[in-house]
C-alpha cells in the first residue's frame, strides 16, 4: 500500500513538473545591462538587454538562447515593459527592450521598423565577442519579436517588409494598431499571435481584426482579452493612456499576455511540441479559456497517414494516471464522421466529446473527468474510444481523485 502510494506521488511530481505555468517565473534568474544600440537612424540610447542568470554567470542549461526584442508604445518608455524583459529572461531568452525614437508628426513606423532589426542583429552579433557576457552563449539566429502598441504593429511590419525568413521565428503583438505604411497581413507567412482587449478603444480589436489578420495566412492565433484596455499591458499607465475602462485588473491582465506570449515563444523559439504548449498556442486553453473572447486559429495543414488519438494525464507530456484532465489530441487523415467517448471498465459510455464531422489534420480537446449530466467520475481506469466508418482506435486512463 505505502509502495503503490510512492508511485501515485511520484507520477504526480513529474506531471507537476511537466506543466509550466507559462504566467510564471521560469526556471532562472534574470539581470540586465544597459546599452547604447546603434541603429541606422541614430543610437539607441538607454536600452536595455535582459539574459537568464545564475549567481553572476549564463546558466549552461539555457545556452542557446534565443533573442527576443520587445517594442514599446508610441511616446511610452522602456520602463512600461520591465516586467516582461524579466519574465521572458527567466525563461531563458536574450531580451531587448531598444529606446526607439518615438514619432510625433509623421509616424515612418518602416524606420522604426528596422530598429527592431537593428537592435536584434547588434545583440546577436554579442556572441561573437569574445569579452562580452553574451559571447557563445546565443541562438544567434532565432529571434522572436513582440511589443505593446506601436512596438507590437512595428514587429509586425518588420516580419512583412525585411524578408527575415531564415531568423524570425514568431511575432506576438498586443494591442497593436495598423501602421503608417500600412502593414500587408496576407505576407505575414510566419507565426503570429495578435492579443487585442475587448474594451480598447485605442486599438480596437476588430481594427487590429482587419490590420493583420483578415487576410493573414496560417499558423497563427488572434484571440481577444476579456475585459482589457489599452494602458493595462504596460506595467504602469495613467489614466488617459488606457483607452477605455478595464474589467479586469492590470495585474490579470499582464498574466494573460504573459502566458499566451510566453507560449507560443516556447513553442517556436525554443521548440516546445508537447500537448500542454499546443493547447495554450492554439488549442482549448485560449480558444475556450474564459479569459479571451472572439479567438480564431489558423494551423498549417498537417499531414496525418491514419486516425489517432493520445492521451496526456493531466495536461501533461505522458502523465498518465491523470487527476481530473485529461488533454485528447486526436489526428485524421482526410475529413469524415467521428465520435470520441469515454467508457468505464464494464463498457458503458459515461461521456460523448465528440459526435460530428471532422476536419482532416490534428486537434485536442480536454476531458474534465465528467459525465454526460457533468457529474464528477469516481477514481479508476476509462476507456477513450476514437472511431469513424469502418475503423476504431482506443486507449486507456487511469482517473484519480
Known amino acids: 500500500m505505502v509502495r503503490n502510494f510512492v508511485l501515485v506521488f511520484a507520477l504526480l511530481a513529474t506531471a507537476a513538473a511537466q506543466t509550466p505555468d507559462y504566467s510564471g517565473p521560469g526556471r532562472y534568474g534574470w539581470d540586465f545591462r544597459t546599452e547604447g544600440i546603434p541603429g541606422t537612424t541614430g543610437v539607441m540610447a538607454g536600452s536595455r538587454i535582459y539574459f537568464p542568470d545564475s549567481s553572476g554567470a549564463f546558466p549552461r542549461s539555457a545556452i542557446p538562447a534565443p533573442i527576443v526584442v520587445f517594442g514599446h508604445g508610441w511616446q511610452m518608455g522602456i520602463d512600461r515593459y520591465y516586467s516582461y524583459a524579466e519574465h521572458l529572461a527567466s525563461w531563458g531568452y536574450v531580451t531587448v527592450l531598444p529606446t526607439i525614437s518615438n514619432p510625433i508628426i509623421n509616424p515612418e513606423h518602416d524606420k522604426r ?149 510566453t507560449a507560443y515563444f516556447e513553442r517556436y523559439l525554443h521548440g516546445d511540441s508537447s500537448a500542454w504548449n499546443f493547447a495554450y498556442a492554439y488549442g482549448d486553453s485560449i480558444r475556450h479559456h474564459p479569459t479571451m473572447e472572439t479567438v480564431e486559429v489558423r494551423l498549417p495543414p498537417v499531414a496525418v497517414a491514419e486516425p489517432f488519438i493520445d492521451l496526456v494525464g493531466d495536461l501533461s507530456a505522458g502523465s498518465n494516471p491523470a487527476r481530473g484532465r485529461v488533454l485528447i489530441r486526436y489526428g485524421l487523415p482526410e475529413s469524415g464522421a467521428v465520435t470520441l467517448s469515454v467508457y468505464d471498465v464494464r463498457g458503458g459510455r459515461v461521456r460523448t466529446l465528440l459526435d460530428r464531422r471532422e476536419p482532416g489534420g490534428v486537434r485536442a480537446l480536454v476531458w474534465n473527468g465528467l459525465d454526460d449530466a457533468g457529474r464528477e467520475l469516481p477514481a479508476g481506469t476509462y476507456v477513450i474510444r476514437f472511431a469513424g466508418r469502418g475503423w476504431a482506435t482506443t486507449r486507456s486512463v487511469v482517473l484519480l481523485r
Not at 150 to 167: H, I, K, V
Not at 188 to 197: A, F, N, R, T
Open 113 to 261: 521598423a528596422q530598429l527592431m532589426v537593428d537592435a536584434a542583429r547588434f545583440t546577436s552579433a554579442l556572441d561573437t565577442v569574445s569579452s562580452d557576457h553574451l559571447y557563445g552563449v546565443l541562438d544567434r539566429w532565432n529571434w522572436g519579436f513582440t511589443g505593446h502598441s506601436m512596438g507590437g504593429s512595428l514587429s509586425l511590419l518588420a516580419a512583412d517588409t525585411f524578408g527575415l525568413y531564415d531568423t524570425l521565428r514568431a511575432v506576438v503583438a498586443l494591442a497593436s494598431p495598423q501602421t503608417t505604411p500600412s502593414t500587408h497581413s496576407q505576407h505575414l507567412l510566419l507565426p503570429k499571435q495578435l492579443l487585442p482587449g475587448s474594451v480598447d478603444n485605442i486599438a480596437p480589436w476588430h481594427n487590429v481584426r482587419s490590420a493583420f489578420w483578415a487576410d493573414a495566412p496560417p499558423p497563427g492565433t488572434f484571440a481577444v482579452i476579456r475585459g482589457a484596455n489599452h494602458g493595462y499591458y504596460m506595467d504602469y499607465s495613467y489614466f488617459w493612456e488606457n483607452g477605455g475602462t478595464a474589467t479586469i485588473t492590470r495585474g490579470t491582465q499582464q498574466m494573460i499576455a504573459r502566458r499566451h506570449m
